[in-house]
């Protein structure tokens, strides 16, 4: 009676680690299909899979098919040119760590990412069926969304290795000196160009505004908090930022002018309240960038100068690099891709398949345990 109670706790042993083995894998990899996997060409010393091809092609097209009015044609050249543009920068972030020499082990930057992707899921999604259908509706894999998120962690190496390289000063005063020389404090009065606008009101109503700032009928303070102004997340003490980290336009503008200046309207992309990049007019103020303000903001703008620098070198790095697409990728309509299934997923079946044969087997033990007690059994009253 003994070993048929052992067993029969086996078969419950059995049954609790198949339920712990599917509550800890809730996060587990979701395995990506042949196609996503599939190369599309390289960037350097880099291969480009399917899966970022796809996501990329995927949502510039949802978002231009809001704006862009040109023909298929164009539209198809434009998109390729950003999904091009795009997979250079994420190869380059890579190839520029591995030129500066940052290091790290592959195992903790492996369980770096399960853990972000577990605070992800918990936080953001909830479950792994939400988290599931989420990738589907953003045209993701959870393979691509863990390359990202790796690629993010050894970026994120890469500050203390340029230090070290020399590239990037600890230095306070070369700091503050950089600061002054190649930093500028602007506010400014935006107008988007959402798709039902029109465009030309618009201009005439930022072209209103300026002659209203130059005649004193009004400040810039009050514009910044009317309704005319749809940059709603605009600091009171107004932006800073470095050459080369914003659009080309808006900074080409705002370092032509002396401190206290209005610019002219200025057409630049912006962001609206919804998140979507846009043509935008800006009335833009330089404002004075002195010691009190960088005292003030000063971790802000360490930052600031440290992500001027890394920008600077990857921009380097970018000049270099070319996507170069494959055979494969020259015979895809980038309007027209196909979505890429997923990975059969074997985890579950193999954890099964164990523990039914744990319980099975468990199960045949006792049976024949059984059997054997009730033949002695038997045979004793045989012999009486």
């Avoid at 599917?22 to 390289?42: F, Q």
């Avoid at 092609?57 to 040109?70: C, I, N, R």
């Avoid at 989420?134 to 990202?148: G, N």
Wanted: glycine fraction near 6%.
């Amino acid at each position: 009676m003994k070993k048929i109670c052992r067993y029969t706790a086996l078969i419950l042993v059995a049954l609790t680690c198949l339920s712990l083995l599917c509550s800890c894998s809730t996060s587990r990899a979701i395995p990506a299909g042949k196609l996503a996997l599939t190369k599309v060409g390289a960037v350097g010393e880099y291969d480009v899979l399917y899966e970022e091809y796809y996501f990329l092609a995927s949502t510039y097209l949802e978002s231009a098919k809001d704006y862009f009015e040109g023909s298929e044609d164009e539209l198809r050249e434009h998109v390729t040119e950003l999904v091009h543009e795009n997979i250079i920068t994420n190869h380059a972030i890579l190839t520029l760590c591995k030129t500066e020499g940052v290091e790290y082990k592959a195992s903790d930057i492996k369980d770096a990412v399960q853990e972000t992707i577990d605070e992800m899921i918990t936080s953001d999604f909830g479950n792994r069926d939400t988290y599931i259908k989420a990738l589907d509706e953003s045209y993701m894999t959870d393979h691509y969304v863990r390359f990202v998120t790796e690629v993010d962690l050894i970026y994120s190496l890469l500050p203390l290795t340029l230090a070290e390289n020399g590239k990037l000063s600890t230095s306070e005063d070369e700091i503050r000196d950089y600061i002054k020389e190649n930093f500028v404090r602007t506010w400014h009065v935006m107008i988007a160009n959402d798709t039902k606008d029109n465009a030309e009101e618009n201009f005439a109503s930022a072209q209103r505004a300026l002659d209203k700032l130059k005649s004193g009928d009004t400040t810039m303070y009050k514009l910044i908090g009317s309704a005319l102004n749809e940059d709603v997340s605009m600091p009171t003490n107004g932006y800073c930022f470095a050459k080369g980290t914003m659009d080309a336009e808006y900074e080409k503008a705002a370092f032509a002018l002396k401190v206290g200046e209005y610019s002219d309207v200025v057409s630049a992309k912006g962001e609206n309240g919804l998140g979507e990049i846009l043509d935008c007019y800006y009335v833009m103020q330089r404002l004075e960038l002195g010691d009190d303000y960088i005292n003030d903001n000063y971790d802000t703008l360490t930052e600031a100068y440290s992500n001027a620098i890394i920008y600077s070198e990857l921009e380097k790095v970018k000049d270099t690099l070319e996507f170069v697409p494959n055979s494969f990728a020259k015979e895809l309509d980038i309007l027209s891709l196909d979505t890429p299934e997923k990975g059969f997923d074997w985890l579950p079946v193999i954890i099964i398949g164990a523990c039914v044969a744990v319980i099975g087997g468990a199960a045949l033990t006792v049976t024949l345990i059984v059997r054997s007690k009730k033949k002695k059994l038997a045979a004793r009253r045989n012999t009486k």
